[in-house]
DNA sequence: GTAACTGCAAAATATTTGCATCCTT
DNA sequence: AAGGATGCAAATATTTTGCAGTTAC
């Protein structure tokens, strides 16, 4: 419990460098996503800009991370649940916007209803965001 | 029908401009999204980049167009249905985003299942991006 | 010791802003 | 004629790439 990040970055082979345990101790401290720019705010710039990119993009591929779409040329990454592995994930849960404080929030518990396609169309992976105000904002 | 980029554009009377009919038309004949460099290469780089930009952002201000959330660093912009309004976006179906040939359609008539979200979150809007293959590509 | 990771510099790309000119109404 | 839209230039911001030096194992 003390090193989570730690655990997670053994779990996935990956070596313990200083960036990537900051890095993964910030999403593990946060509860919410984040983007680029606010791993760059939150760290204080203790890593370069370009470790940052290469970092989360390690993440991703690793399954430890996953990205949430948005609509402000911007991606928002977070915390995978255990069950996602490399290439595989299975973040199908919905992720909540609040308009009031922004912060982007994963519903680990609220599963992505089921859709149905038109004929022909195979789905392999299913987004959902919703806007509104969030449980803390709502007053 | 000759002209169905005068009429939106009359309708949210939007002065009639060579790039709004270019760009209008663009979408009117494209089935699916664009985004702003597909925008920038179908018209053959005809209006400035920044024209494009301002053109972009107005149609969605009126309700013209409506953007659609991606995670890759672009937005992708598709036509909205007719009972879009300024400020009020009705786009509540589902996109479709083809693994193959990566473009983005719009299922006008698979609307977004209602989901039950946790207590005190309040919903204000839904957006929902399938992945997969599309009907074109499935075989 | 070696492979992998980091940081710096710089290139490439993308977006925004200011302003003079042109176009629509 | 007047307000708004466009295009150009330039400022900002973002992302990628190359490479030399450093670190993890």
Redesign the interface.
Same mark, same amino acid.
């Given at each position: 419990m003390i090193a989570k990040s730690l655990d997670l970055l053994k779990k996935n082979n990956l070596s313990k460098t200083e960036s990537r345990k900051g890095i993964l101790d910030l999403f593990l401290h946060t509860n919410g996503a984040l983007a680029h720019a606010d791993i760059e705010k939150k760290t204080a710039a203790a890593f370069d800009r370009v470790t940052v990119y290469r970092t989360l993009q390690t993440f991703v591929d690793y399954g430890i991370i996953h990205?949430?779409?948005?609509?402000?040329?911007?991606?928002l990454y977070a915390l995978c649940k255990d069950d996602c592995e490399a290439g595989h994930h299975h973040d199908e849960h919905?992720h909540?916007v609040c308009?009031k404080c922004e912060n982007t929030i994963c519903?680990d518990?609220?599963i992505?209803? !089921?859709?149905?396609?038109? !004929?022909?169309?195979?789905?392999?992976?299913?987004?959902?965001?919703?806007?509104?105000?969030?449980?803390v904002c !709502?007053n």
């Open positions: 990205q949430i779409p948005t609509t402000d040329n911007t991606i919905v909540f308009n519903l518990d609220v992505v209803p !089921k859709v149905k396609l038109p !004929k022909g169309f195979q789905p392999s992976q299913v987004a959902m965001v919703v806007r509104g105000v969030c449980v !709502k």
